[in-house]
């Protein structure tokens, strides 16, 4: 099939089989959040799902806030996502004293490079293109549920009203257009960046700041870099 039959019916909602190429560097997506600029407000959360009828209490995209203190000897981690950040958060109930910092870090699928999501299902319903997203074909998935379990940043969940495995896609109907992400497009502080490998804004980002990827040990090659994160997270 060609690429560009492929891309219509994948924005027409009705996708099929097929065995990418193996992608082309400078076509590749990546992207970026400075966590130090995410302020938690959840509109990220609230366009995703409404850019992608997302069902209540699911999420594609989430925001995690990270609480370190200190009782004068030992750091503890406070780790909280209520609602998944869609309604922004409380304020805290912590002697601020010992509070050393605190910070938001906002979750997504990572779109590895080496998705372990990608080799456990038994039915070829999960798939990388050549733009290096990673896509599920919902009529081919059966819901067995192996690339949740497999997914070690706890991308995926089950929509049970579809009976298939869900998850963000970089709102791949929109990218394919020139477009951005929603969760993108909505962010008041500019924390989330998106683009391709060869843009010279996101190699300019790469190049000069201080990037990480989550769990490096698990040599999954994640297209979502971090900056701004404490040892808490990554």
């Not at 193996?22 to 990546?30: I, L, R, W, Y």
């Not at 257009?177 to 490998?197: D, Q």
Request: overall charge positive; some cysteine; charged content about 30%.
């Amino acid at each position: 099939m060609k690429r560009r039959e492929f891309i219509k019916r994948v924005v027409a909602g009705s996708a099929v089989i097929f065995f990418m190429k193996p992608a082309k560097s400078e076509d590749v997506f990546v992207y970026v959040v400075d966590s130090e600029k995410c302020i938690g407000c959840g509109s990220c959360v609230r366009a995703c799902r409404a850019e992608n009828h997302v069902p209540e209490e699911k999420y594609r995209t989430w925001v995690e806030r990270y609480v370190v203190t200190s009782d004068g000897e030992l750091e503890n981690v406070f780790v909280e996502s209520p609602h998944g950040g869609e309604f922004g958060f409380e304020e805290l109930d912590i002697d601020k004293d010992k509070i050393l910092r605190a910070y938001f870090v906002p979750k997504l699928c990572m779109h590895c490079d080496k998705p372990p999501c990608v080799k456990v299902c038994p039915v070829n319903a999960t798939w990388i293109t050549e733009e290096g997203v990673v896509l599920i074909d919902k009529s081919h998935c059966i819901g067995c549920k192996y690339c949740i379990q497999a997914c070690p940043y706890g991308a995926r969940y089950f929509n049970h009203h579809e009976r298939v495995v869900d998850k963000c896609t970089w709102c791949y109907h929109r990218i394919m257009r020139g477009m951005k992400p929603a969760c993108v497009t909505v962010c008041p502080t500019g924390a989330r960046i998106f683009g391709k490998i060869s843009d010279e804004h996101i190699q300019k980002v790469l190049r000069e700041r201080n990037v990480r990827i989550l769990k490096p040990e698990l040599n999954t090659r994640p297209k979502v870099f971090y900056e701004n994160i404490g040892w808490e997270v990554w």
